[in-house]
């Protein structure tokens, strides 16, 4: 059975590359028929809030990516706490005292000596001395994984082979002073816990990976397989963080008016050799998911093709897709007829607000021929009206003024909705209603 996690740091709004490492995760495992868990690394309480918590339980469900179980992390202390216990046990741990201050000034003298920032392992050659002295100072001793100077190699299902020597990286901190444990510990507690068979992250945790392989070893069980996604650039090739403010998912939706399908049917296929195709439903996405079509390069996401993708999305989805969404545009009378009818003419869903407004008014009719415009007017059939309205109409119209093509149909729409283009009028038509289309014809504004 394949488990895979998604998870966030509820420290801030998830963003598209969050979303893309969700999206594959949860693809990863629907696919295999697997099962999809939400872990919220919720540790660090100075920045962890309840309000972000809540965010990413609507922005995936925005999303449609569903998850089988949550958990908390800091629900979880006394199993990360127990495996501090066992590693301390091992002589996995060891502690150390050095400030924030005296670390950093460390790496600078390493850097100028062009020498790699790995902690030097002072810690390890302490007395009992030393330490009864900083006790004494009141320090309190964060404590250090003790890696294996050893290689740690794997293979990513992403990246392909992936070698680190063990004397190359900095031995992880994994207990805070206060005694709180570190991300690296919970991470790993938590998916020998529960059972991932998939970790799927972004590249920036290949090095925390490597320190991760010897952990689990260290606490008994077998590592996971890693799936490592390149970080996404913008256009230009560069990290998008400074951007990340505005392609929050909150913003997609709320400020661009984003589908969630247009941002998946994008997110689907980023770094893979695949066409973007606009998808309105997850399921085929399962279906043809296939984790060997990522690459290692780093993926560009453009958001003028989202903004591209979204119409598309927008002009396959049906009256039963969207209905759910029409009270809270405030237009619960929206019928499907009407939807087919203006779908092609949106570029965001709320713009049927608009095309709604066009036919309920208030319409401003632009008229240029008022002659033209009171004849149309008096040809008006009588109601009840339908679809057949409009051409009954028209010929009336087409055979007292002469007028035909072009020269016909324009000054009627002008007159009818205020535009030049827009849905059928033979469906707008019924919607707008004789009153106001001889009100409109006769430049009222209704
Ligand atoms: N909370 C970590 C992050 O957001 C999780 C990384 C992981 O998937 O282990 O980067």
């Known amino acids: 059975m394949i488990v895979t996690r998604f998870a966030p740091s509820p420290t801030g709004l998830l963003h598209v590359g969050n979303a893309r490492t969700a999206l594959v995760a949860w693809l990863f495992a629907r696919h295999a028929g697997g099962r999809f868990l939400l872990r919220v690394d919720d540790t660090d309480t100075e920045r962890s809030e309840e309000a972000y918590i809540a965010a990413i339980r609507r922005d995936l469900a925005w999303l449609g990516l569903d998850w ?29 005292y050095e400030t924030p201050d005296e670390l950093a000034l460390k790496r600078r003298s390493q850097l100028q000596q062009n020498r790699p920032p790995i902690y030097d392992r002072a810690a390890l050659a302490m007395t009992e001395a030393d330490r009864a002295r900083f006790e004494a100072e009141g320090r309190r001793p964060h404590w250090r994984f003790l890696l294996a100077h050893a290689p740690i190699a794997w293979e990513d299902l992403v990246r392909g082979p992936v ?16 005694g709180r444990p570190l991300y690296h510990i919970c991470s790993v507690v938590d998916d020998i816990a529960l059972a991932i068979t998939h970790v ?47 392609l929050t998912l909150e913003s997609l939706r709320e400020a661009a008016g984003l589908e969630p399908m247009a941002v998946v049917s994008l997110l689907a296929r980023l770094g893979t050799a695949d066409p973007v195709v606009p998808q309105t439903r997850l399921a085929p996405l399962v279906e043809c998911f296939d984790i060997e079509r990522f690459g290692r390069a780093t993926p560009k996401f453009d958001p003028d093709e989202l903004k591209r993708l979204n119409p ?24 499907p007829g009407f939807w087919e009818a203006v779908r092609p003419n949106l570029t965001v869903f709320a713009d049927l607000a608009d095309w709604w407004r066009v036919a309920k008014g208030p319409v401003a009719p632009q008229i240029a021929d008022a002659d033209f415009a009171a004849a149309a ?35 009627l729409r002008l007159a009818l909705t205020g535009r030049e283009s827009g849905p059928e009028l033979k469906v707008l038509l019924p919607l707008i209603g004789r009153d106001r289309a001889r009100a409109r014809l006769l430049g009222e504004s209704a």
């Open 377 to 411: 007017a008096d040809a008006l059939p009588s109601e009840p009206w339908d679809e057949e309205t409009w051409s009954r109409w028209v010929e009336t119209v087409k055979a007292r003024t002469g007028l035909k093509g072009k020269a016909l149909f324009r000054p």
């Open 163 to 178: 070698r680190f020597e063990g004397r190359d990286l900095s031995d992880p901190v994994i207990v805070r002073e206060d």
């Open 68 to 96: 089988d179980a949550e958990v908390r992390q800091s629900d979880r202390m006394p199993a990360y706490d127990a495996a501090i216990d066992r590693l301390k046990a091992a002589g996995r741990l060891y502690p150390c």
């Open 312 to 335: 598309q999305v927008l002009h396959h989805l049906d009256f039963a897709d969207i209905a759910g969404r029409l009270p809270g545009l405030g237009l619960p009378d929206v019928d």
């Open 200 to 246: 799927v992250r972004g590249e920036d945790h290949v090095a925390n990976t490597a320190a991760h392989i010897q952990m689990t070893e260290a606490l008994g069980a077998a590592p996971p397989a890693f799936v490592h996604l390149p970080l996404l650039a913008d256009a230009a090739g560069k990290g998008l963080s400074k951007r990340l403010g505005s």
